[in-house]
T-cell receptor, first 111, second 114 residues
C-alpha cells in the first residue's frame, strides 16, 4: 500500500525554528508537495520537491531525500500566524494528477 | 486571475435531500479535482477531470455522487440522497498540466447533513 506519515501535532515558540517531518512509502515517486491549511480554510500551496535537496522560499524551506522516502518542512522566525496544519502530499506514481495526502501536522505557536 | 472559486461556501441540508456544488477553476487550468476532507484528515480524492473528460473516480465514491464538467470550464458535484456521513468540507482544486502540475484549491463548501 501507499502511506504518508507525519506527526499529529507540534508546539513551538514565536521567533523560533521548527522542522516538520514527512515519511512516505509509495511504489514510485513523482514529486512531493507541502501545503498550509488554517482551520476552516482550504489548503494553500507552499513548496514542491522532485529532486533531492533543499528548496528555500523566504522563511520556509523544504528538503527531500528520495532514497530515504523522507521530507521535512523548515519554518524559521515563527510568527503567530504560522499556527496551522501542514500537509505533506506525494504524487502517485502511476499518474500525474492523484496526490496521496498525509493527515497533516497541527502546529501550535506559543508566545 | 481570481483563483479557484466555489459556491456555496456553506450548505445545511436534511438527510435524503440532493445537493449540488459548483467550482470555477483558474481560467487557464485544464485539470480540475474534487476532494472531501473531514476534521483532522488530509483531503480524500473523489474525482478528476482533464478538460471535459472525467478521467478517474475514486472507488470509494458511491453511486450517489456524480460530477460533471460540461464545457471544460466550471464543474458541478452532486450528492443524491444525502446521509449524515456526507457531512464534510468539499474542496475543488485546479492545475495546469505541465512540469509541476501544482494544484490550487478553492475555499471549499462545508456541507452539514442533519
Amino acid at each position: 500500500g501507499q502511506n504518508i506519515d507525519q506527526p499529529t501535532e507540534m508546539t513551538a515558540t514565536e521567533g523560533a525554528i521548527v522542522q516538520i517531518n514527512c515519511t512516505y512509502q509509495t511504489s514510485g515517486f513523482n514529486g512531493l508537495f507541502w501545503y498550509q491549511q488554517h482551520a476552516g480554510e482550504a489548503p494553500t500551496f507552499l513548496s514542491y520537491n522532485v529532486l533531492d535537496g533543499l528548496e528555500e522560499k523566504g522563511r520556509f524551506s523544504s528538503f527531500l531525500s528520495r532514497s530515504k522516502g523522507y521530507s521535512y518542512l523548515l519554518l524559521k522566525e515563527l510568527q503567530m500566524k504560522d499556527s496551522a496544519s501542514y500537509l505533506c502530499a506525494v504524487r502517485a506514481p502511476d499518474s500525474n494528477y492523484q496526490l496521496i495526502w498525509g493527515a497533516g501536522t497541527k502546529l501550535i505557536i506559543k508566545p | 486571475d481570481t483563483g479557484v472559486s466555489q459556491d456555496p461556501r456553506h450548505k445545511i441540508t436534511k438527510r435524503g435531500q440532493n445537493v449540488t456544488f459548483r467550482c470555477d477553476p483558474i481560467s487557464e487550468h485544464n485539470r480540475l479535482y474534487w476532494y472531501r476532507q473531514t476534521l483532522g484528515q488530509g483531503p480524500e480524492f473523489l474525482t478528476y477531470f482533464q478538460n471535459e473528460a472525467q478521467l478517474e473516480k475514486s472507488r470509494l465514491l458511491s453511486d450517489r455522487f456524480s460530477a460533471e464538467r460540461p464545457k471544460g470550464s466550471f464543474s458541478t458535484l452532486e450528492i443524491q440522497r444525502t446521509e449524515q456521513g456526507d457531512s464534510a468540507m468539499y474542496l475543488c482544486a485546479s492545475s495546469l498540466a505541465g512540469s509541476t502540475d501544482t494544484q490550487y484549491f478553492g475555499p471549499g463548501t462545508r456541507l452539514t447533513v442533519l
